[in-house]
């Protein structure tokens, strides 16, 4: 039963957001709400949304993440260019599977609005049954990432929850 089914269980995500300046106060991360709303209409229960600088902390709390089990974990910054910008650095070493072709639409999809989108770095994969994946930091750039996911995720989770449909 897929969780947007009528009467099943939510699928349980987290959602972690790598901004050093957002950790430490500087400004109010944007793309967290944005990404809650998603789930949300998508029949997730959010289990967990946590702000960390950029850097190692997102490889140490994204195992943490990993210990409960999602359904889904999405990360929002630290996939451009600054020297502090390892969230698909710490990412990768943790995936089983990678998927690139959910990251080529999704960076062909913002190509469509900026030629920007170019220079994310970030990945999408599994680890177990869990699908992680990395989204840019701005609000833009997340809504324009979820605008391709839209109309694939019920399968995809369908599929890592031992599901074969086509």
């Given at each position: 039963?897929?969780a947007?089914?009528?009467g099943?269980?939510p ?47 997102v ?15 999405i990360?929002?910054?630290g ?13 990768r ?5 990678e ?6 639409a999704?960076?062909?999809a ?8 170019a ?12 699908f ?7 609000p ?5 990432a ?9 399968h ?11």
């Open positions: 039963m897929s947007c089914e009528p099943a269980a699928r349980r995500a987290c959602i972690l957001i790598a901004s050093t300046r957002a950790a430490t106060g500087i400004y109010q991360d944007a793309s967290a709400p944005v990404i809650t709303d998603w789930l949300n209409e998508h029949g997730f229960e959010v289990a967990s949304s946590v702000v960390v600088p950029d850097g190692p902390a490889g140490s709390t994204l195992r943490g993440m990993l210990l409960g089990a999602p359904a889904m974990i990360t929002s910054g996939t451009g260019l600054s020297h502090d910008d390892v969230t698909p650095e710490e990412t070493v943790l995936l089983e599977r998927i690139p072709g959910i990251m080529e999704i960076r062909a913002g190509a469509a609005k900026t030629p920007m989108a220079l994310s770095r970030g990945h999408a994969g599994t680890v177990g049954k869990t992680v994946i990395n989204l840019p930091g701005s833009g750039g997340v809504m324009d979820l605008g391709v996911l839209d109309p694939i995720i019920t995809l989770c369908d599929q890592l929850e031992g599901g074969h449909g086509h």
